[in-house]
């Protein structure tokens, strides 16, 4: 299983980041032996917070709904760190329960990509394409 992103994309990722807060969004594409990633949607984080991120219910949905209507699917969830290594936080773990879809983390030198897998975090492979 690897994680399949686009470099474009990729750099619309480092673009949008932030120095006073975490930048949080969404990984579209098409899930199939990999996770392909078509698109890359920013949500608001609304916690404004440099250690954590949290994103409406509302927005979640509105652009879950929007994907539907382009046929893409969630295939990974994205968010930077400011002042740590881009590895799972406590919360992200949390996260990652509920959305079991690889995780992308960014500290704007490096990106990582974990997925929960029977329970464990793991990393998943990148491919920068
Ligand atoms: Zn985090």
Do not use: Y
């Not at 899930?31 to 250690?51: I, K, M, Q, Y």
Request: hydrophobic residues 40%; aromatic residues 6%; charged residues 30%.
């Amino acid at each position: 299983m690897r994680l399949i992103l686009p470099r474009p994309l990729a750099s619309k990722i480092i673009g949008g980041l932030r120095e006073d807060e975490e930048v949080c969004g969404f990984l579209l594409g098409l899930e199939g032996e990999d996770f392909r990633v078509l698109d890359v949607v920013f949500a608001r984080n609304e916690l404004h917070s440099p250690t954590s991120f949290r994103i409406n219910p509302r927005e979640v949905l509105e652009i879950m709904e929007r994907a539907e209507g382009r046929g893409l699917q969630l295939v990974g969830i994205f968010h930077s760190h400011l002042h740590c290594p881009p590895i799972p936080s406590p919360d992200d773990l949390r996260g990652m329960e509920l959305w079991n879809v690889p995780w992308l983390i960014t500290d704007g030198r490096e990106m990582r990509a974990w997925i929960l897998k029977d329970g464990k975090v793991v990393e998943a492979e990148l491919s920068l394409e």
